[in-house]
């Protein structure tokens, strides 16, 4: 299996974010589904994905698709946030060293786009 996908699985198993803050590239770029700009930089997106974590904590978070294509990687995931079905996609390029150096994330439909948005700032803003 690729080493940076299945670190990358051993974090959302277990929510470890020092297991995550080694998992990211210093140079690391996140693009959300709703924030215009890309958000560059190890904090930043350490600051985004943690904050990911806590918002599915207890959602039935899962992985139903994977695609794999050398350091490229797009996994498929659902969850069910406050009666809401979310859809979504996580694209994420991983350097030679198996850090991430990329990641954007995909959601629909527009209601769980709309319901992630607002817990995602709630989370955010409490940091």
Known sequence: ??????????????????????????????????????????????????????????????????????????LEFTATVDGIHVNGIDLIHFDLEGRIVDFKVMVRPLKAMNKLWEMMAATLEKR
Do not use: N
């Not at 990911?52 to 695609?67: C, H, I, K, P, S």
């Open 1 to 74: 299996m690729h080493t940076g996908l299945a670190a990358w699985h051993r974090y959302m198993h277990t929510g470890d974010t020092a297991l995550l803050a080694e998992l990211i590239a210093p140079d690391a770029v996140f693009h959300s589904p709703v924030v215009h700009t890309p958000q560059a930089g190890h904090a930043k997106v350490l600051q985004y994905l943690s904050a990911a974590g806590q918002v599915f904590a207890d959602t039935g978070f899962t992985y139903v698709r994977e695609l794999v294509d050398g350091p490229e990687v797009c």
